[in-house]
């Protein structure tokens, strides 16, 4: 089959290699009907995280089963399904805490920029949708793979009630998603810092009621003015810089939590201020496959939208173009079509 | 008066200083009838924190109104009184949030290893009790100040649920009580890792099931033991130390909160396994007039008796050596009698 592969720093191809195989009998083959880039699919691509040469890169996508192991009860060959980012057996004390991110049974190994994948402990990972969607709603649905999920789990990190003052630190697609998550819980503020025009449309869209162009301290005084002075109830940290991370808890009321999924690089976090003001920090790799459900009534029903953070589509070969636009920018999230 | 002072590492002293006087209105002296000396005091006595010369020290005391400033309300001299260790208005947005440790009005300069304190914000930090209540009593009362109420927000900030399997990292007056709360809030398992006898006799009588003695890798597979294999579920950080923060994160569960109240020296998080996990970090300095209602109903009525971590009692001319016996672990807490 057709795969993205990543060789070095900057340098994505698209190769053949071998078909994916039932490693497992709790395995399934998913046919990707689409994929995307993610946010993290950057840190390598720009030399920041360790890089096999040749491995397979990519790990959000919808498509149709084709191939499930002897013991995959829950699905069979024809259903369509949203594949989470990180699988799981939804059964092991973690999934049942609510922790599917980081269930016994985790197995990292799909790749969703290709033609095939293999997913898991399918019966535990995969969500199926009703029938085979139209592909106008490929957008919605694959952002409940990675970063719908995500944003959704900041919010709920940090602790986000009705009534809410939020600050969302990153104008990403977990970002956005992360504004849109704090309105359908009730958020009554909701700050979102970015200075993206196109990105700020989007987080208005999604709920955001005031925009923060501003940065460092003259950020902070922009929100300390939004929040009479006091501070957010809840941030939520959609990026994992240093810069980032300490622009969340500035702006952090006492007591307040930080809700932090951004994949943290070279942080160092304000010990004193967390201990002095009670700012928390709860979060992490989202468990993905907890709000599914949940998430996927939300699009169906059409409660929400969050496919608008998708700005690019390119066809599988042309992948290469996808991480430049991201990584430059040009756009939010990409679709790949295989 | 007469009053504890200190003038450098291991040098504790008691001197002729001023008595003190209403700064402000809002002010009231207390007649200390008892003080004590806290874990936190022997940060400078070690010194491992700034110290300036001849400054008083201790922040812990009960005693009796003898004079109000001009806009005081609810207190009036004669009134037994409890001092929370930070004082607050508990009118403010942070304390109306419950962290009056953040109070817009705190003001840190009490004194309770003296004869006498100026408490600041009077109407908002005292709470008196039912009467002039009977010297044995003083202890458990006394433990209200500070570590009672630090041990209970340690439990509040982990999140302790009935059936909750916790662990306590700390055996100190603080850990102590933060087994006590764990025990009154239902945990089912209660892991008290502890060295000494003596501390690990009064942590099963305040409801621990479990004691580990061992450290490192083996005290983490003890706890793995008690608790299949899983973690715990909310795990209590009363030390402070990088080793003391580094099991606490070791033994925690994917999920678990680390609720977090001992001063943090030197500390480094475990970002990664935190993100990774999803263990989160909550808590920092004990918002005591907050809890001090509730804990003051459990201590009268009978319920809790958290006096029991004092193990020496002193009168105030030989305060030093209460310094020495903490320092050296001789002693668990001490009562400092004016």
Known sequence: MRATTIHGPRDIRVEEVPDPVLAEPTDAIVQVAAGCICGSDLWPYRGENPI??????????????????????????????????????????HCLAGIQSACVHTDGTASGQAELTRVAQADGSLVRTDGRPDPAAYPALLTLTDVMATGWHAAVSARVQP??????????????????????????????MSRHESRQRIATDFGATHIVEERGSEGFERV????DGVGADAVLECVGTDAAVATAFDVARPGATVGFVGV?????????????????????????RRYLPELLDLVTSGRIDPGRVFDLTLPLDEVAEGYRAMDERRAIKVQINP
Not at 55 to 79: K, L, N, Q
């Open 163 to 192: 009534g809410s003052r939020v600050v969302v630190v990153g104008d990403g697609a977990v970002g956005l998603c992360g504004v849109l998550a704090a309105s359908v819980m009730g958020a009554e503020t909701i700050v979102a």
């Open 52 to 93: 096999r040469p040749g491995a397979t890169i990519g790990h959000e996508c919808i498509g149709e089963v084709v191939e499930v192991g002897g013991e995959v009860s829950s699905f069979r060959p024809g259903d369509f399904v949203v594949v989470p980012f990180c699988h799981c057996d939804n059964t092991c004390p």
């Open 224 to 227: 300390m003015d939004i929040t």
């Open 264 to 288: 943290p690089h070279g942080v160092e976090l304000p010990l004193r201020r967390m201990f002095s003001k009670n700012i928390g920090l709860a979060g992490g790799m989202a468990p993905v």
